[in-house]
């Protein structure tokens, strides 16, 4: 499909090149790229706000809060998580789950020695936790699955997660689709990025798919929380009734 042709009222039926084999290498420079996309757009703004939202749960624990991060690529965003809890004084068991070894390697060589971070490989749909996360965290994650695998993820973190869960991706729509295509050749971003940061867009979401896909899932409308996030985020949130 021509680009110029991309229909948003649908998610677009494209792929992305890293989600194709690839040398390490090659990887690694997709996601550092990806990785300074996200500090520069404030990216990590909307699982620290939700964090914050609910700090005062966490305080009855008697047991370091145990986060996963679905997804988890170049670690950036669990890194973040992790300044924020260490400011915060909040004991925390963090972990970075990825199905590609490349990708686990990858956050593991880039993240400081003195991180307590887990990184492991495996398959999030699939994944049996020794001990069940607290909350369930995914940044740019859902728009590389279909739609029947969005819903078998909602499931397993309503089965997995014990106080809730936060889906963090992007906003289907012409303006940052365009605006992306441009702002990523102006910074010679990697060729995957510049090809895949469009793609991206125009196989993620607005609320209505959102809305269809958790009600699939079994949610009602007041079990989850839909909240936009400039520049071109789309988030989902459940806070489970403790």
């Given at each position: 499909m021509p680009?110029d042709a991309?229909d948003?009222?649908h998610r677009?039926?494209?792929?992305?090149l890293m989600?194709?084999?690839?040398?390490?290498?090659?990887?690694?420079g997709?996601?550092?790229?990806?990785?300074?996309?996200?500090?520069?757009t404030?990216?990590?703004?909307?699982?620290?706000?939700?964090l914050?939202t609910?700090?005062?749960?966490?305080?009855?624990?008697r047991?370091?809060?145990?986060i996963?991060?679905?997804g988890s690529?170049y670690?950036?965003?669990?890194?973040?998580v992790?300044?924020?809890?260490?400011?915060?004084?909040?004991?925390v068991?963090l972990?970075g789950?990825d199905?590609?070894?490349?990708?686990?390697?990858?956050a593991?060589q880039?993240t400081?020695?003195?991180?307590?971070?887990?990184?492991?490989t495996?398959?999030?749909?699939?994944?049996?936790p020794?001990?069940?996360?607290?909350?369930?965290?995914?940044?740019l994650?859902?728009h590389?699955?279909t739609d029947?695998?969005i819903?078998?993820?909602?499931h397993?973190?309503?089965?997995?997660?014990?106080?809730?869960?936060?889906i963090?991706?992007?906003?289907?729509?012409?303006?940052?689709?365009?605006a992306?295509r441009?702002?990523s050749?102006?910074?010679?971003?990697?060729?995957?990025?510049q090809?895949?940061?469009?793609?991206?867009i125009a196989?993620?979401?607005?609320?209505?798919d959102w809305?269809?896909l958790?009600?699939?899932?079994?949610?009602?409308?007041?079990?989850?929380?839909?909240e936009a996030?400039?520049?071109?985020?789309?988030?989902?949130?459940?806070?489970?009734?403790?």
């Amino acid at each position: 499909m021509p680009r110029d042709a991309v229909d948003f009222t649908h998610r677009a039926h494209l792929t992305e090149l890293m989600d194709a084999p690839c040398s390490r290498e090659v990887l690694r420079g997709c996601l550092r790229d990806i990785a300074r996309t996200n500090r520069w757009t404030l990216a990590y703004r909307p699982v620290l706000r939700w964090l914050d939202t609910m700090v005062d749960s966490f305080a009855a624990l008697r047991e370091p809060l145990r986060i996963l991060d679905a997804g988890s690529g170049y670690g950036d965003a669990l890194r973040r998580v992790e300044r924020w809890a260490n400011a915060r004084r909040v004991a925390v068991e963090l972990t970075g789950l990825d199905l590609n070894p490349d990708a686990t390697a990858i956050a593991s060589q880039v993240t400081a020695p003195s991180s307590r971070i887990r990184w492991i490989t495996a398959d999030i749909l699939t994944y049996e936790p020794a001990k069940a996360p607290h909350l369930v965290v995914s940044s740019l994650f859902t728009h590389h699955l279909t739609d029947d695998e969005i819903v078998r993820f909602i499931h397993w973190m309503e089965a997995n997660s014990v106080q809730g869960w936060l889906i963090n991706d992007l906003s289907r729509a012409p303006i940052p689709y365009h605006a992306f295509r441009v702002f990523s050749k102006l910074m010679r971003f990697h060729p995957f990025v510049q090809n895949d940061g469009p793609v991206s867009i125009a196989r993620s979401f607005v609320a209505s798919d959102w809305q269809r896909l958790c009600a699939t899932a079994g949610l009602a409308p007041e079990d989850y929380k839909i909240e936009a996030f400039k520049p071109a985020r789309l988030c989902v949130s459940r806070s489970k009734p403790q």
